[in-house]
């Protein structure tokens, strides 16, 4: 059993897949101790710095004091508390939705909330670049799968048509975790009310980076009233863990009586709950973190294209799709010899041949960093791109211009 377990892994060696944990010591800020050297960190959603932030830390002390460590139970038994309720009202209301649901993460409300949607005898149609956990959520569900091609209007239309009426739910990311592109929420929810059936967006890398006062892509198109369920994490710009829905009483009402992720999983502890309340009204108070933190993304895809690098995003994801896994890994590595962390993304996080550095900015890193930050970044993928086998490279598909 053990030689069968280490012969699949060294399959994913001599793949380029294999993964290992690094450790980052301290607190998660634009500069990161990574196993014990410092650097630049380009790689994490905490995007308006508030992981870190005294307040943010301050209330989860205080709650740990005041209420619990833990929870002591699910939600449905004795571990729903009074900050968990104070959460969900303030995350409706700056959300504009009428109800709100907590779960344990983004993970678990994706999954929880499309098996308790998409039932038996219907389908629920999904993008193609979907976040795993919506993947998952479709596995899990009763319903057929109908996946559509990214972004594609058409194919979403083709495959509403094929479900002649049994169509239950569309499924989409907001901001797509791994390009950065945005959904096309305007053209979806159109269809959705002409076909009669759900539309669900996950905000997760939405909310708090874009969107008027940083409420997210569904709030920038202003489709809150079409949208029938928001989901988002509390785990990225709100800098804590855990997650939430946003939906009407009813469908609220139906979550907590059916989604078996609530239902069968102990409460958000009550000092991330504090956390993640702290950090909303820090987002409140100081809209222009948010602004800073495009203007970042601005900075770096600028000074990446002055080395003749394009990125394709509009948002703070910015990935630098370098090609096959082996180049990703060798141009990871060569940039923090160099002190710029981006952690290399591969198959099957991204399709195969489109593994990349997905650089993620944060309103808390300077211009200067930045700018130095894309020179090291160019000459590492150049680097990456010399020691792999160059035929190995699809043209079409990698960024590399020059
Ligand atoms: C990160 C992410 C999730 C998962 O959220 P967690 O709270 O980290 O479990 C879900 N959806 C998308 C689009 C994400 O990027």
Redo the contacts with the bound molecule.
Sequence with gaps: MQSELEQRLAELRDKGLYRRLRVISGPQGPRVLLDGKPVLLLCSNNYLGFADHPRVRGAAAQAAMRYSAGAGASRLVSGNMTIHRRLEERLAEFKGYEACVLFG???LA?TGVIQALAREGEVVLSDELN?A??IDGCRLAKAERFIYKHCDLEHLEWGLRQAAGRASLIVT?SVF?MDGDIAPLEGIVELAERYDCRVMV?E??ATGAIGPGGRGAVAAAGVEDAVDVLVG?L??ALGSYG?YVCANRTLAKYLVNTARTLIFSTALPPPTVAAALAALELLEQRPERVERLQRNARVLRSALAEHGIKVRSETQILPLVVGPAEAATAACERALERGVFAQAIRPPTVPPGTSRLRLTVMASHTEAELRDAARVLAQAVRGAQAEVAPSQFDESRAALVA
């Design positions: 993460s983004g993970y994706n976040h956990s919506i990311d975790s996950d997760a890398h994490t785990g990225k997650a």
